[in-house]
């Protein structure tokens, strides 16, 4: 596999960071999952204007231009032979010394790794998650901005470890004020009479690429879409739930701690956004 790294493509055996790198020693960076279907990048663009929104969030300068980092995302599925794959994508600070003062690491490191993505398995797309609250809480709009999308995800690594503890495969977050923020890695939403609902970013809620698609979808499907803030008895007692994410596209949720979402099966609007936001990934995207 060749690695994109700080401009040139590297075996995956050579491509290393340094111990300095503040990305290591602080999760000082941030990253983009991307993915490609049938050799078309999906919302690239909105990919990036997130990830270069990331960047001022967090005052750090994304070495290379924006043509650039297009090219460089294309190029890294080319020299991969990928026509269907996932992107990651990251930008750290950089070599520093080892107090946190990022004003010392001298350049930003950009790398790209573009490889097979490991999917759910499909029989949960139609009979759906089992999913739990667990007690880690998102990190708040106080102390991080839910949107950048930085390599700090230690909340959510113990969220996911306290949900495979329970034997689920995702957790709803909670966020401090104990409404309903995200997964893991995947955003929320419900569909309650008739209307679709999801936490709005404020709530603690990462503004996925996926999220805004099924905004979009919903607008086409007719279907009345409101930012909300919601509990967990929202869920409970919700007709129909999934979750968005571009590792996951749309997945439905069939139980949440112990109790059925409406009648226990994925319901006939949560597979009609799933139908057509599959239809939409393999036309919309930039060719590589
Ligand atoms: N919330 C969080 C905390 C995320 O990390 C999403 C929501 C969904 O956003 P997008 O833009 O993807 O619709 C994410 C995205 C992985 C993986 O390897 C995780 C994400 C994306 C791709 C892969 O688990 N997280």
């Known amino acids: 596999m060749k690695i994109y790294l700080d401009g040139q ?61 297009v090219e460089a995302v294309c190029e890294s599925c080319r020299q991969n032979g990928l026509r269907d794959g996932y992107i990651r994508l990251v930008v750290t600070r950089g070599v520093g010394d080892l107090g946190l003062a990022p004003w010392l690491c001298a350049k930003p490191s950009v790398f790209i790794i573009a490889d097979k993505i490991a999917l759910y398995p499909p029989e949960y797309y139609t009979s759906g998650l089992s999913i739990v609250t667990v007690p880690t809480r998102r990190v708040g709009p106080a102390a991080l901005p839910p949107m950048v999308k930085s390599l700090n995800y230690l909340n959510n690594i113990l969220a996911k470890i306290e949900a495979r ?93 112990g109790r059925e979402i409406g009648d226990g099966k994925p319901g006939p609007v949560t597979n009609r956004v799933l139908a057509e936001f599959r239809r939409r990934v393999l036309v919309e995207g930039t060719k590589i």
């Open 9 to 69: 493509f590297v075996d995956s055996a050579e491509a290393k960071i340094s111990v300095f790198d503040h990305g290591l020693l602080y999760g000082d960076g941030i990253f983009e999952g991307i993915r490609l279907y049938e050799g078309n990048v999906f919302r690239l663009d909105a990919h990036l204007d997130r990830l270069w929104c990331s960047a001022k969030a967090i005052l750090l300068t994304i070495p290379i231009s924006r043509r650039d980092m």
């Open 165 to 257: 503890q329970a034997g689920a495969l995702e957790a709803i977050m909670l966020n401090d004020a104990g409404f309903v923020a995200e997964c893991t890695g995947d955003n929320v939403f419900i569909v309650c009479q008739g209307r679709l609902l999801t936490p709005a970013a404020q709530q603690g809620a990462l503004k996925g690429i996926t999220r805004e698609t099924i905004v979009s979808v919903a607008q086409a499907l007719s279907l009345p879409f409101e930012e909300h803030d919601l509990t967990r008895y929202d869920l409970w007692n919700a007709d129909e739930c999934f979750l968005t994410g571009t590792g996951a596209e749309v997945i439905p949720v069939v139980k949440l701690d």
